[in-house]
Nanobody, 128 residues
Framework: QVQLVESGGGLVQAGGSLRLSCAASGRTFISYAMGWFRQAPGKEREFVAA????????YYADSVKGRFTISRDNAKSTVYLQMNSLKPEDTAVYYC?????????????????????WGKGTLVTVSS
């Protein structure tokens, strides 16, 4: 069973950038489609981005398209989320998620309950 640990969150001014990382334990990382979700205070958890097992397909929520980039390094069992041009409305806890033998396209359309594994999250705060 893969375990996920996020890092890289913090406080940043609007317009700034952050890079989140999600390190996976175990030797089956390549079997998982990976994604990022976020949950703002008082709101439901929402999809942000997903990447296929090979890394050749990516999907994004409309709210982050053109600003965020998801990538993965299967040799390091790590998935990344590069966040540029951050806005105060991007403030949330960001969670890494994995779906065994899933597809990135399917992950982009699924509710959070469809994910197999979750990390504990990392807080991103964007000040205005």
């Amino acid at each position: 069973q893969v375990q996920l640990v996020e890092s890289g969150g913090g406080l940043v001014q609007a317009g700034g950038s952050l890079r989140l990382s999600c390190a996976a334990s175990g030797r089956t990382f390549i079997s998982y489609a990976m994604g990022w979700f976020r949950q703002a205070p008082g709101k439901e958890r929402e999809f942000v981005a997903a990447i296929s097992r090979s890394g050749d397909s990516t999907y994004y929520a409309d709210s982050v398209k053109g600003r965020f980039t998801i990538s993965r390094d299967n040799a390091k069992s790590t998935v990344y989320l590069q966040m540029n041009s951050l806005k105060p409305e991007d403030t949330a806890v960001y969670y890494c998620a994995a779906r065994l033998f899933g597809s990135a396209q399917a992950m982009s359309k699924m509710t959070p309950s469809g994910m197999d594994i979750w990390g504990k999250g990392t807080l991103v705060t964007v000040s205005s």
